[in-house]
């Protein structure tokens, strides 16, 4: 029943994106929406992040039911924009999405119906949106498409990680670079002090595209990134690896790329004074 409604409310926040996408209506009107359809979605389908699990070590981390209800709201809207925002180069965000999917089947431990319905549906567009049928027929996904899918991954991982055979940690390295990516531009907007929905070009892919990497290119090494992140965690699901380890290794690939991005951004800077030295 819970699914059923994630799958109803999805389709209201496509509606409303999309007549976003048509006549860019105000930023404060998407996110309204968007807590609106986390909010029916958690009071309809009864459901919170209540056990965050043992993130810090033996004992789970049980939250009130207050903080539960405004944490789950801030994780579903993050993770909406979090795939929103890694819409950037062709094949980024369908890769993700596979990614995604295969950590679903590979934590749940069988391939439901919903899962084959749901990959027939986006296989099309993977396919289209990396122009193997050629340019005529390539297509984008749109910031409406970007946000029902990530409402429905969203709302997939908070139903899978209060199961009781599945550790909450777990699910994060499902969707392990989008999040990655999202906290990483979240983190550097707040720092200059400019709303988080302003635009930029601090996500993972542009420093790749400015290091003069081709947009084939860039997909290649963010999707071999994202791959080492997804194995790294089904790694210590599969091992029952303790969850503390698993998040602090989380917390330690983000502080990495925190750092790598800074000596990307050093060598963009250089690049950009010695080619202005030169005219």
């Given at each position: 029943?819970?699914?059923?409604?994630?799958?109803?409310?999805?389709?209201?926040?496509?509606?409303?994106?999309?007549?976003?996408?048509?006549?860019?209506?105000?930023?404060?009107?998407?996110l309204?929406?968007?807590?609106?359809?986390?909010?029916?979605?958690?009071?309809?389908?009864?459901?919170?992040?209540?056990?965050?699990?043992?993130?810090?070590?033996?004992?789970e981390?049980?939250?009130?039911?207050?903080?539960?209800?405004?944490?789950t709201?801030?994780?579903?809207?993050?993770?909406?924009?979090?795939?929103n925002?890694?819409?950037?180069?062709?094949?980024?965000?369908?890769?993700?999405?596979?990614?995604?999917?295969?950590g679903?089947?590979?934590?749940?431990?069988?391939?439901?119906?919903?899962?084959?319905?749901?990959?027939?549906?986006?296989?099309?567009?993977?396919?289209?949106?990396?122009?193997?049928?050629?340019?005529?027929?390539?297509?984008?996904i749109?910031?409406?498409?970007?946000?029902m899918?990530?409402?429905?991954?969203?709302?997939?991982?908070?139903?899978?990680?209060?199961?009781?055979?599945?550790?909450?940690?777990?699910?994060?390295?499902?969707?392990?670079?989008v999040?990655?990516?999202?906290?990483?531009?979240?983190?550097?907007?707040?720092?200059?002090?400019?709303?988080?929905?302003?635009?930029?070009?601090?996500?993972?892919?542009?420093?790749?595209?400015?290091?003069?990497?081709?947009?084939r290119?860039?997909?290649?090494?963010?999707?071999?990134?994202?791959?080492?992140?997804?194995?790294?965690?089904i790694?210590?699901?599969?091992?029952?690896?303790?969850?503390?380890?698993?998040?602090?290794?989380?917390?330690?690939?983000?502080?990495?790329?925190?750092?790598?991005?800074?000596?990307?951004?050093?060598?963009?800077?250089?690049?950009?004074?010695?080619?202005?030295?030169?005219?």
């Amino acid at each position: 029943f819970s699914f059923i409604i994630l799958i109803l409310l999805s389709l209201v926040l496509l509606s409303i994106c999309l007549i976003d996408d048509l006549v860019s209506l105000p930023v404060w009107v998407r996110l309204f929406t968007q807590i609106s359809c986390s909010i029916l979605f958690m009071q309809l389908g009864d459901v919170s992040l209540i056990n965050l699990g043992a993130l810090l070590g033996e004992s789970e981390i049980i939250l009130n039911e207050y903080i539960a209800f405004i944490f789950t709201i801030f994780c579903i809207v993050g993770v909406i924009n979090a795939f929103n925002w890694i819409d950037g180069i062709d094949g980024f965000f369908s890769s993700q999405v596979l990614i995604a999917l295969i950590g679903m089947i590979i934590l749940i431990g069988e391939i439901s119906i919903i899962f084959l319905v749901f990959l027939s549906a986006i296989l099309p567009y993977i396919l289209m949106n990396l122009g193997l049928f050629g340019k005529k027929f390539k297509v984008f996904i749109g910031d409406h498409g970007a946000m029902m899918i990530g409402f429905l991954f969203a709302g997939s991982f908070v139903l899978l990680s209060q199961e009781p055979e599945i550790r909450p940690v777990d699910t994060l390295w499902c969707i392990g670079l989008v999040l990655l990516n999202a906290f990483r531009v979240m983190w550097k907007r707040l720092v200059k002090g400019i709303s988080i929905f302003s635009s930029d070009r601090e996500h993972i892919h542009h420093y790749f595209l400015d290091l003069g990497y081709s947009s084939r290119e860039t997909l290649i090494i963010v999707s071999f990134f994202s791959l080492i992140i997804f194995a790294i965690g089904i790694t210590f699901s599969i091992l029952e690896i303790a969850e503390s380890i698993s998040f602090f290794t989380a917390i330690g690939i983000f502080l990495f790329w925190n750092l790598f991005s800074k000596s990307i951004y050093k060598k963009l800077k250089t690049r950009q004074e010695s080619l202005q030295s030169s005219k």
